[in-house]
């Protein structure tokens, strides 16, 4: 028997275009969301029906029918390509399936149930805390080196490290200040937190964001506390976490940036060689 009449008609060759733009699609997507998610939790309380609010249903739409595809793409083993229906499910369910399925389930979305106008919902406090599992969303990042491996294959090694190094402290820097945001609000009957004590519970987003974000790479780079220092429990710790995971990360960054030095061929290293084996 032929091995093409084995191959079921909707299932997807791993390494055809269609898979390699759903790929590119869905890495954008892991991307915007990344993004997306922890600044909605933190500055947008509420659930406003606008353009992004609909475009994010459309993300999450999009992540519920990659389930569906993942199912019907095949996968590569001992150089041949595998299309049978068990060994792909067996297959994907060794390599992500639960985090995919996780990050799909609708959790936040309980809160639309909750209606009270028209054009804007305003959600009850005990609703408004669903929306913080929308962060299971953000499971998906995991996918994020899949896709680096596939699209830096043959690239400089040092660069790519680099690069991940780099997209890893904005990243991290991004969610830290969505997070110490997020914090200072829950803990807004306190006098003593940051956001009562520069005032900025009622400011626009942008100021928010701003001072938010600099809190955070300020402990992230271990350069200082920020504005203020941490003042409740909460502040200390999670000030303790950041800065944990910035010196970790920068000593990273530096180790990755002089082995990539050391490794690179420049005019002076010959010369530089035979100044050393002169006695």
């Not at 389930?67 to 060794?94: C, M, P, Q, S």
Request: with cysteine.
């Amino acid at each position: 028997k032929s091995n093409i009449k084995e191959v079921p008609d909707d299932s997807r060759h791993p390494d055809s275009r269609f898979r390699q733009r759903w790929n590119q699609v869905a890495l954008a997507m892991i991307l915007y969301s990344s993004f997306d998610i922890p600044m909605r939790i933190a500055f947008f309380p509420d659930i406003v029906i606008d353009e992004f609010f609909w475009f994010g249903v459309a993300v999450d739409f999009f992540f519920f029918c990659d389930l569906h595809v993942n199912f019907r793409t095949g996968f590569w083993e001992d150089g041949v390509v595998v299309y049978d229906r068990k060994r792909i499910a067996r297959n994907y369910a060794r390599n992500g399936l639960g985090t995919d399925l996780i990050a799909a389930l609708p959790f936040d979305y309980i809160g639309l149930i909750r209606e009270e106008s028209h054009s804007l919902l305003h959600v009850s406090n005990t609703v408004r805390v669903l929306r913080i599992f929308r962060a299971i969303r953000l499971l998906r990042v995991a996918r994020l080196r899949r896709y680096t491996r596939r699209y830096t294959a043959g690239l400089n090694e040092g660069y790519v490290r680099i690069f991940k190094l780099l997209l890893t402290l904005v990243m991290f820097a991004h969610w830290d200040a969505c997070t110490f945001f997020l914090t200072g609000m829950l803990q807004s009957e306190a006098s003593e937190s940051w956001v009562n004590v520069l005032g900025i519970a009622d400011a626009s987003v942008t100021e928010q964001y701003a001072y938010s974000l600099f809190g955070a790479y300020s402990h992230i780079l271990c350069i200082g506390y920020g504005i203020n220092p941490p003042a409740t429990v909460a502040e200390v710790i999670l000030t303790l976490v950041s800065m944990l995971f910035g010196a970790s990360l920068f000593a990273s960054i530096i180790g990755a940036v002089t082995a990539l030095l050391l490794n690179q061929e420049f005019p002076w290293r010959p010369v530089a060689r035979a100044l050393i084996i002169i006695p």
